[in-house]
């Protein structure tokens, strides 16, 4: 199956300061990534996503590449504030059947604290 | 729109029981998947609704289960408890409709500690 590895597990930067995160995947049929930022006492929250046809998509501060060849994937946030606090997470998916959700592999999490 | 919502936020159990969670999903969405959380292990894949019929299963043994009623709202069941069930237990949802469906909207969870 699936397996995502991500780094690094905690990252601390000043604030306004870019943030960059990497995730590995392991299957090649996987075309699905998306990131989710995790707040404390909340569930992930879907902030970006993007799929195997395209290398990059930017939303505001936040953009994610991803390396078909070399099976990874990385989130970048720039121009940090305090609020991006939280514990970021990878994921990959290739399950896609009709009318079915899909199935996400997790990667470990990332620890993200922005200092003032 | 309201986001998904689950039931109750925290349990406490001993070991041996048995508990069932509760998820309602966005409106409109038909697609419920359960998700378990813990510090070790992560976030692992449980098993995935649709239609009130369970498409996909992870590798949980079969203390786990789940189901789905006609208005999409999934409960999942854990019997004989054991401490290692201790974990956040997430549901998430997705609409079938357009391309957005394959984006899972997560709720806050229900935060199961095995006594």
């Known amino acids: 199956g699936e397996n995502v590895e991500q780094h690094p597990s905690t990252l601390s930067v000043q604030e306004g300061d870019s943030a960059v995160i990497k995730c590995t995947y392991s299957?090649?049929?996987?075309?699905?990534f998306p990131w989710y930022k995790q707040e404390l006492g909340k569930g992930p929250q879907l902030i970006i996503d993007?799929?195997?046809?395209?290398g990059e998509k930017k939303d505001q501060r936040i953009a994610v590449t991803l390396n078909k060849t070399a099976k990874h994937f990385s989130l970048h946030i720039t121009e940090t504030q305090p609020e991006d606090s939280a514990v970021y997470f990878c994921?990959?998916?290739?399950?896609?059947?009709?009318?079915?959700?899909?199935?996400?592999?997790f990667g470990s999490g990332t620890q993200l604290t922005v200092l003032p | 729109k309201a986001g998904v919502t689950q039931t109750p936020r925290y349990l406490i159990k001993t070991r041996g029981q048995q508990v069932t969670l509760s998820c309602s999903p966005i409106?409109?969405?038909?697609?419920v998947s359960w998700y378990q959380q813990t510090p070790g292990q992560g976030l692992q894949f449980l098993f995935e609704?649709?239609?009130?019929?369970?498409?996909n299963k992870g590798n949980f043994p079969g203390r786990f289960s789940g189901r789905q009623f006609s208005n999409s709202r999934s409960e999942m069941n854990v019997s004989t408890l054991e401490l290692g069930d201790s974990a956040l237990y997430l549901c998430?949802?997705?609409?079938?409709?357009?391309?957005?469906?394959?984006?899972?909207?997560f709720g806050s969870g229900t935060q199961l500690s095995v006594l």
């Open positions: 998430a949802s997705s609409s079938k409709m357009g391309g957005d469906n394959e984006k899972l909207f």
């Open positions: 299957d090649s049929a996987s075309n699905y």
């Open positions: 993007i799929r195997s046809n395209v």
């Open positions: 994921a990959a998916s290739n399950h896609l059947s009709s009318g079915s959700a899909r199935q996400l592999t």
């Open positions: 409106s409109g969405h038909r697609s």
């Open positions: 609704y649709f239609s009130e019929t369970q498409r």
